[in-house]
């Protein structure tokens, strides 16, 4: 159970947060222990994936030992409502680990990310998804990234082409629906406005 904020003062609008790697974290105590309870519910719990969860009920693996970029969304009462983690492509990566049949030749160069780890919190609002997509390309272009990959479900791909950033699907194992694709994003500002008017917040609601 989320703990309860103690005073009303603590409410404020909606933001984007970049915690990066530990010390980003530290910083933000309680977003990121609801972030990783939040993991635990809808990886484990929802979506039953082989995965650990501590004795906290947070499900963190070991790529969240290797210092990634969190970009986190609050919801108005400063709790976690949705996130994403990434990671250089350069680096140990659970494209290169854990699903190299999907990777193309090449494709961890320097200036591309792995994403992973796409979490919305129970009950979030229904525009969290399209806030963490923006604040992935205001991560991305404020850091001078070239592109960002990816590993989703087939039926996904709508989905992102529906919240105005569409993906472009570099390779896919199995059929139909139920294919798994290795997709790419990339950062350019032309996703910028579309993705704002779906997520009703802007880039400069970033902290």
């Given at each position: 159970?989320?703990?309860?904020l103690?005073?009303v003062t603590?409410?404020?609008?909606?933001?984007i947060?970049?915690?990066?790697?530990?010390?980003g974290?530290?910083?933000?105590?309680?977003?990121?222990d609801?972030m990783f309870?939040?993991?635990?519910?809808?990886?484990?719990?929802?979506?039953a994936?082989?995965?650990?969860?501590?004795?906290?009920?947070r499900?963190?693996?070991?790529?969240?030992?290797?210092?990634?970029?969190y970009?986190?969304?609050?919801?108005?009462a400063?709790?976690?409502?949705g996130s994403?983690?990434?990671?250089?492509?350069?680096?140990?990566?659970?494209i290169?680990?854990h699903f190299?049949?999907?990777?193309p030749?090449?494709?961890?160069?320097?200036?591309a990310?792995e994403?992973?780890?796409?979490?919305?919190?129970?009950?979030?609002?229904?525009h969290?998804?399209?806030?963490?997509?923006?604040?992935a390309l205001?991560?991305?272009?404020?850091r001078?990234?070239r592109r960002?990959?990816?590993?989703?479900?087939?039926?996904?791909?709508?989905?992102y082409?529906?919240?105005?950033?569409p993906?472009?699907v570099?390779?896919?194992?199995?059929?139909?629906?139920?294919a798994?694709?290795?997709?790419?994003?990339e950062?350019?500002q032309?996703?910028?406005?579309?993705?704002?008017?779906?997520?009703r917040?802007t880039?400069?609601?970033?902290a």
């Amino acid at each position: 159970m989320r703990a309860q904020l103690s005073s009303v003062t603590q409410w404020r609008a909606p933001m984007i947060h970049y915690l990066d790697g530990r010390a980003g974290l530290d910083r933000q105590p309680d977003l990121a222990d609801g972030m990783f309870r939040d993991r635990a519910a809808q990886f484990v719990d929802r979506l039953a994936w082989d995965v650990g969860v501590d004795a906290e009920g947070r499900e963190i693996d070991q790529y969240d030992a290797l210092d990634p970029v969190y970009v986190v969304a609050s919801d108005a009462a400063g709790r976690h409502a949705g996130s994403m983690r990434f990671l250089p492509a350069t680096g140990r990566t659970m494209i290169a680990e854990h699903f190299p049949q999907l990777a193309p030749g090449g494709w961890a160069m320097p200036g591309a990310v792995e994403c992973t780890r796409l979490c919305i919190a129970p009950g979030a609002a229904g525009h969290v998804a399209a806030e963490l997509l923006l604040g992935a390309l205001g991560l991305g272009l404020r850091r001078g990234w070239r592109r960002s990959f990816g590993v989703f479900d087939a039926r996904m791909e709508r989905v992102y082409a529906r919240l105005g950033w569409p993906v472009r699907v570099v390779s896919r194992s199995g059929p139909g629906r139920d294919a798994l694709c290795l997709g790419s994003w990339e950062f350019l500002q032309a996703p910028r406005a579309a993705l704002e008017a779906r997520a009703r917040v802007t880039l400069d609601r970033v902290a």
